[in-house]
């Protein structure tokens, strides 16, 4: 005989580990340090690939100002600012990654607890009609 209230449960489990799983079980095999700090080198050389990529674009558009019209004072200056735009830059997309990434594991170790105590109470559930069940089968506890 099947009890619904398990096999809800199992249900429930079952749709969570299929919806939340392939997002929170990879996270929590690190602590929330590592997992950030992992997750903002990879940002870090993201956006400085993208940042060397538009610089290039960008001096081969004005390539032939910057070899005729500028001088070597004017392209130094050029460089330090856009040395300033790229720390800015960096320092900005990094804290927003330290903020998305911290969520995300936080959200992941709620999730995480969440499914652990499901899982305490389906067994629970599971331990209790399987005592009761031996019990009534032969008379007294099993062991």
């Known amino acids: 005989m099947l009890n619904e209230e398990k096999v809800k449960y199992m249900t429930e489990l079952?749709?969570?580990?299929?919806?939340?799983?392939?997002?929170?079980?990879?996270?929590?095999?690190?602590?929330k340090k590592d997992y950030v700090g992992g997750q903002m080198f990879r940002s870090f050389f993201g956006y400085t690939f993208c940042y060397c990529l538009l610089l290039l674009m960008w001096v081969l558009y004005k390539l032939d100002e910057l070899l005729n019209d500028m001088?070597?004072?004017?392209i130094l200056h050029s460089a330090k600012q856009w040395g300033i735009i790229y720390v800015a830059g960096l320092v900005v997309y990094l804290f927003i990654t330290w903020i998305v990434y911290a969520k995300r594991y936080d959200y992941a170790s709620r999730s995480q607890t969440m499914y652990a105590s499901k899982l305490k109470h389906l067994l629970k559930r599971y331990d209790k009609d399987r005592t009761d069940r031996m019990r009534d089968n032969r008379g007294g506890r099993a062991r």
């Open 71 to 74: 001088s070597i004072d004017e």
């Open 14 to 31: 079952a749709i969570f580990e299929k919806n939340e799983g392939k997002k929170i079980f990879p996270i929590n095999r690190y602590f």
